[in-house]
C-alpha cells in the first residue's frame, strides 16, 4: 500500500495489515507458528529475526507513521532503546544525553556503559549550547527525549539534528510521551526513533512492547545486533499491538484535548503549585513544542501546594487511577520519585527539578468533567482529613 499521500488513521487502519486470503476476514490473520520451512522460500522465517508474516506488517506501519524506510519491533521499550544505543556504540565511543530522561534509560547508561567502556555525559540544560558543549572527538550518538519525562521539558529537534549532522553524529530520540500522532522527529532531521509502543500504540494498558524506526541502513545495523540479543516479541503480542495502532489516531487526539484542558483547569487551581504542559502559554518550552508538534500530548504533571499531602490525595481519588504506567484510555497518575524515577539518587532527581511531591498526570478519553470533579473531590478530601487531625 502507497503510504506517503494518505492519512494518519488511514495509516494506523490500514498499512502493514495481512490479507486473509483463505477467508476474507476484515482483520490481519495471525501466524502463531515458531518454525518456518527453509528450503524454496524467498524469506526464511524464523520469530527471533524479527520477520514473521505478523512481525513484518507490523513493522511497516510502524515506519509509515515515523515517516522512516523501516523499523523493528521489541519485547518491551527498554529493549528497545539498549539495543538502538549498543548498535552505535562500542568500547572508547562516547554519548552526549539530554539532561532529564526516561528512569530506565538513566540507568541503563548510569549502571551498564562503564561496562562495556562506553563514555557519557548529560547535559546542563536542553538548549543548543549544552549539547554542544558535552561534544567530544569520541562521541558518536546524541540521545534526547521529549517531551521529557515525567517534566515535560521540549528539546529544539531542528536545533539539536543540526549540531549532530555537522560533527557527522546520530540521533536518537525516546519519542513515547509525544506519540507518531503528534510529532514526527524523523521529518525535523533525528535520525532514530524509539518508543516504548507499551504506551500510546498499545493504548489499553495490556501489552508490553518497544518499536524503533529510521533508515533501511540504520535498521539493518540495529537488527544485526537484535537477533543476538534475542528482544523479539511474540506474534500473538504483535497481532494485539496491530489491532490497537489502529485506534492510536483518535485516541491520541481526544487525551490530547483532555490533557489541555486538564492543565487549564489545574492551573486555575489554588490548591496546585504548579503545571506543567508544553500545551500551556506558559510552559517555557511553549514556542517550540508549538513548532514541532501537532498536539502537545496526553501527559501533564503537577504539584500540590505543599501543605497538602501527595499520597492521601492519590488514594482520595475514585476514577483516576494510581498506576505504575501510562497512556492508556484509562486516566492514571503516579508519584515519579516512587515508581519512574526511583532508581536516581534524591541528589539526580533534584538536579532534574523532579520534586518528591510530583504527580505525573495520563489523561485518558473519559468524559472531561468526570475527571475535574474527581480531582475536586480528593482535594476536598485532603484538606478534610487535615482539619479534622489539626482539630484533634
Known amino acids: 500500500m502507497e503510504t506517503n499521500q494518505k492519512g494518519l488513521n488511514t495509516i494506523c487502519t490500514h498499512v502493514g495489515e495481512l490479507e486473509d486470503k483463505q477467508h476474507k476476514g476484515a482483520i490481519s490473520p495471525l501466524y502463531m507458528s515458531t518454525s518456518y520451512a527453509y528450503e524454496d522460500v524467498d524469506v526464511k522465517r524464523y520469530p527471533r529475526y524479527f520477520n514473521t508474516p505478523n512481525q513484518e506488517g507490523l513493522c511497516k506501519k510502524i515506519a509509515a507513521l515515523e515517516h522512516a524506510e523501516a523499523a523493528l519491533i521489541f519485547g518491551s521499550g527498554m529493549a528497545a532503546v539498549s539495543t538502538a544505543l549498543m548498535a552505535f556504540l562500542r568500547a572508547g565511543d562516547h554519548v552526549v544525553l539530554q539532561q532529564a530522561l526516561y528512569g530506565g534509560t538513566y540507568n541503563l547508561v548510569n549502571e551498564e556503559f562503564s561496562k562495556y567502556g562506553i563514555e557519557y555525559s548529560f547535559t546542563n540544560g536542553w538548549d543548543t549550547a549544552a549539547f554542544e558543549a558535552e561534544i567530544k572527538e569520541n ?24 549540531i549532530a549532522k555537522k560533527q557527522g553524529l546520530i540521533t536518537m530520540i525516546d519519542n513515547t510521551f509525544a506519540s507518531p500522532v503528534n510529532q514526527n522527529p524523523i521529518d525535523f532531521g533525528i535520525d532514530i526513533v524509539i518508543h516504548s509502543a507499551t504506551k500510546y500504540m498499545g493504548g489499553h494498558s495490556d501489552i508490553c512492547a518497544g518499536a524503533v524506526a529510521s533508515t533501511s541502513e540504520n535498521m539493518n545495523r540495529i537488527f544485526q545486533l537484535a537477533k543476538n540479543f534475542g528482544g523479539s516479541l511474540s ?76 499520597s492521601k490525595f492519590q488514594k482520595s481519588l475514585k476514577l483516576i487511577k494510581s498506576s505504575m504506567s501510562l497512556a492508556g484510555v484509562e486516566s492514571t497518575l503516579l508519584s515519579p520519585t516512587k515508581t519512574s524515577h526511583a532508581l536516581m539518587s534524591a541528589e539526580v532527581r533534584a538536579e532534574q527539578g523532579i520534586a518528591d511531591g510530583l504527580i ?5 478519553i473519559e468524559e472531561i468533567e468526570d475527571l475535574k470533579e474527581d480531582i475536586v473531590q480528593a482535594l476536598k478530601s485532603v484538606k478534610r482529613e487535615m482539619r479534622v487531625s489539626i482539630n484533634n
Do not use: C
Open 139 to 162: 562521541t558518536k550518538v546524541i540521545y534526547i527525549e521529549t517531551p521529557s519525562n515525567p517534566l515535560l521539558t521540549i528539546t529544539d529537534l531542528e536545533a539539536v539534528a543540526s
Open 360 to 364: 505525573r498526570f495520563s489523561v485518558g
Open 235 to 310: 506474534d500473538y503480542t504483535v497481532w494485539l499491538l496491530e489491532r490497537s495502532i489502529k485506534t492510536m489516531g483518535i485516541r491520541v487526539k481526544a487525551q490530547n484535548e483532555n490533557a489541555l484542558a486538564m492543565a487549564l483547569f489545574l492551573d486555575g487551581l489554588e490548591d496546585i503549585a504548579s503545571v506543567y504542559y508544553p500545551g500551556l502559554p506558559t510552559h517555557r518550552d511553549h514556542a517550540i513544542a508549538k513548532k514541532q508538534m501537532k498536539g502537545f500530548g496526553g501527559m501533564l504533571s503537577f504539584e500540590l501546594q505543599p501543605h497538602l499531602d501527595t
